[in-house]
C-alpha cells in the first residue's frame, strides 16, 4: 500500500524566512504527486501537480519539486497569508484518482 | 457562485440515528469523491463516480451508502450513526479520472454523533 509522510508536523516561521517542507512516498508507481493547501474550517485547495522526477512548479512565493523518494515544497520569503496546512498526496492507482494524503504540515508564519 | 458545496455544514446527531449530507458542484465535472478526515487530520478516500457509475469504494462500513442521482450531486447516506463516525467529511470533484485533473473540495461537513 502507498505511503506518505510528511515533515515536520508543525513549523513556525518569521515573516521573510524561507524554508521547506517533505513529503517522502512509497509507491509502486508514481502517478501524480499532489500538494493542497488546507485554511481551518475550509476543504483542501489545489496547489501543484507533479509527474515524474525532476520536475519543478512554481506559483507565486510556493515552488514543488520531486525526486524518486520524495517531492519538497519551498516557501519563499512567506507572507502571514501563507499559514495553513499544506498537504501532499499520491495516486494510488492507474485510470483513477484515489489519493493518498499525508497527515499535513502545519505552517505558521509570524509577522 | 461556490464550486463545490455541502449542506449542511455541522450536523450534530445522536448515536443510532441516521443521517444524509448533500453534495452539489457546478463546475461541470463528471467525477465525484467523498473524502473523511478524522482527528488526526488524515484525509481518506470513501467512495469515487464517474458519470453516475462507483468507480472507488474503499473499505468503508455499509452503513455508509453514496447515492449519484446525477453528474452534479453526490450525497452520502449514513444508517445507524456510532461515535466512531465522528470526522468531516469531504466532498470533491474533478473533471474526469485522469492524472491531469486536480480535485476541488468542497468545505467539510462535521458530524459529531453524540
Known amino acids: 500500500e502507498d505511503q506518505v509522510t510528511q515533515s515536520p508536523e508543525a513549523l513556525r516561521l518569521q515573516e521573510g524566512e524561507s524554508s521547506s517542507l517533505n513529503c517522502s512516498y512509497t509507491v509502486s508507481g508514481l502517478r501524480g504527486l499532489f500538494w493542497y493547501r488546507q485554511d481551518p474550517g475550509k476543504g483542501p485547495e489545489f496547489l501543484f501537480t507533479l509527474y515524474s522526477a525532476g520536475e519543478e512548479k512554481e506559483k507565486e512565493r510556493l515552488k514543488a519539486t520531486l525526486t524518486k523518494k520524495e517531492s519538497f515544497l519551498h516557501i519563499t520569503a512567506p507572507k502571514p497569508e501563507d499559514s495553513a496546512t499544506y498537504l501532499c498526496?499520491?495516486?494510488?492507482?492507474?485510470?483513477?484518482?484515489?489519493?493518498?494524503f499525508g497527515q499535513g504540515t502545519r505552517l505558521t508564519i509570524n509577522p | 457562485d461556490t464550486a463545490v458545496s455541502q449542506t449542511p455544514k455541522y450536523l450534530v446527531t445522536q448515536m443510532g440515528n441516521d443521517k444524509s449530507i448533500k453534495c452539489e458542484q457546478n463546475l461541470g465535472h463528471d467525477t465525484m469523491y467523498w473524502y473523511k478526515q478524522d482527528s488526526k487530520k488524515f484525509l481518506k478516500i470513501m467512495f469515487s463516480y464517474n458519470n453516475k457509475e462507483l468507480i472507488i469504494n474503499e473499505t468503508v462500513p455499509n452503513r455508509f451508502s453514496p447515492k449519484s442521482p446525477d453528474k452534479a450531486h453526490l450525497n452520502l447516506h449514513i444508517n445507524s450513526l456510532e461515535l466512531g463516525d465522528s470526522a468531516v467529511y469531504f466532498c470533491?470533484?474533478?473533471?474526469?479520472?485522469?492524472?491531469?485533473?486536480?480535485?476541488?473540495f468542497g468545505n467539510g461537513t462535521r458530524l459529531t454523533v453524540t
Open positions: 470533491a470533484s474533478s473533471r474526469g479520472t485522469g492524472m491531469g485533473s486536480p480535485l476541488h
Open positions: 498526496a499520491v495516486n494510488e492507482i492507474q485510470g483513477a484518482q484515489k489519493l493518498v
